[in-house]
């Protein structure tokens, strides 16, 4: 991931807990984008981080991920968020990395219902949208990407809770973790 091209500068804030990459997607218009790395939980003595994506907002100091801009530039903001994963673990290096779509949450759906052109009828096709990206990504170059990650398979079960197994290429996950191969992680 630290070999991609066509990525946008970055400007970087790091905390104790937090770790954010600022940038400017410039298409259409010009948008302040963050990539937001931060604590959620501790596992089996490890720390997870979430990686989160979206507009900022310079006035709230927020962070709107639910918000498709289509500024014209989508490979190159993927690949500019791509790009920040090996500088999350020289910060982190011996964390998990969480990723998961703001689009997978439950209440998704219901929203996606009001707005959505697509009309879908038993399945919402902007469901998991995000994390499907990332999973393409992960299929397409998993044996690359395996050398120095490891990774694990997230499937949340109707009361929302995630089981964790080994990833399995092309298989569909509601989240994917990974971390640096050098430790040693059971689940």
């Known amino acids: ?3 991609l091209k066509n990525i946008y500068e970055l400007q970087e804030n790091k905390s104790e807990h937090d770790l954010k990459f600022f940038f400017i997607s410039k298409g259409k218009q010009d948008i302040v984008k963050v990539i937001q790395y931060s604590f959620v939980q501790e596992l089996n003595g490890k ?3 979430n990686l ?3 507009d900022y907002d310079l006035i709230d ?3 709107s991920d639910n918000t498709n801009t289509n500024n014209g530039d989508g490979y190159k903001v993927f690949n500019t968020v791509l790009s920040t994963i090996p500088s999350f673990f020289k910060n982190y290096s011996s964390d998990i990395l969480m990723v998961q ?3 997978g949450r439950p209440e998704f759906i ?3 219902k009001l707005t959505c052109r697509k009309q879908c009828k038993d399945e919402c096709k902007n469901y998991n949208r995000r994390i499907n ?3 393409g990504y992960v299929d397409k170059n998993y044996k690359e990407l395996s050398i120095d990650y490891q990774f694990f398979g997230g499937i949340r079960d109707l009361g929302q809770k995630i089981s964790i197994e080994p990833y399995e290429q092309h298989k569909k996950y509601d989240s994917v973790f990974l971390f640096k191969k050098v430790y040693n992680f059971t689940v």
């Open 1 to 3: 991931m630290s070999n």
């Open 47 to 49: 720390s997870i981080y």
């Open 52 to 54: 989160g994506f979206g």
């Open 61 to 63: 100091d927020t962070i």
């Open 101 to 103: 779509g703001s689009d």
């Open 110 to 112: 219901k929203h996606c």
């Open 133 to 135: 990206i990332y999973r």
